[in-house]
Nanobody
């Protein structure tokens, strides 16, 4: 069955960098739009950004534009979230998700990972 597994979370000081990875199995990875979401304590889940099947299109929420970069490797069946210039408000559980469809900024993703904690200290 489909499985998404995130890795790379941890603690970092503000201004530092982290790289999250999400490895997929059980799906035709290259056919899926991939998204990254996050949920901070007491807050609703929000989309961080995403990438189209061929990497031709990316989307980022305003708060991470210019700081975060999403990429994918369809051969390795992995999507990445490079987080630079991190801020304490980036602290959250980060989830990757796969969507069988064109649009990135949707909440009807088909498969979800278990999440990985990112903590940014000031």
């Amino acid at each position: 069955q489909a499985q998404l597994v995130e890795s790379g979370g941890g603690s970092v000081q503000a201004g530092g960098s982290l790289r999250l990875s999400c490895s997929a199995s059980g799906i035709t990875f290259s056919s899926y739009t991939m998204g990254w979401f996050r949920q901070a304590p007491g807050k609703a889940r929000e989309i961080v950004g995403g990438i189209s099947t061929s990497s031709g299109t990316t989307y980022y929420t305003d708060s991470v534009k210019g700081r975060f970069t999403i990429s994918r490797d369809n051969v390795k069946k992995t999507v990445y979230l490079q987080m630079n210039s991190t801020k304490p408000e980036d602290t959250a559980v980060y989830y990757c998700a796969a969507r069988l469809g064109t649009y990135i900024n949707r909440d009807d993703y088909n498969y979800w990972g278990q999440g990985t904690q990112v903590t940014v200290s000031s």
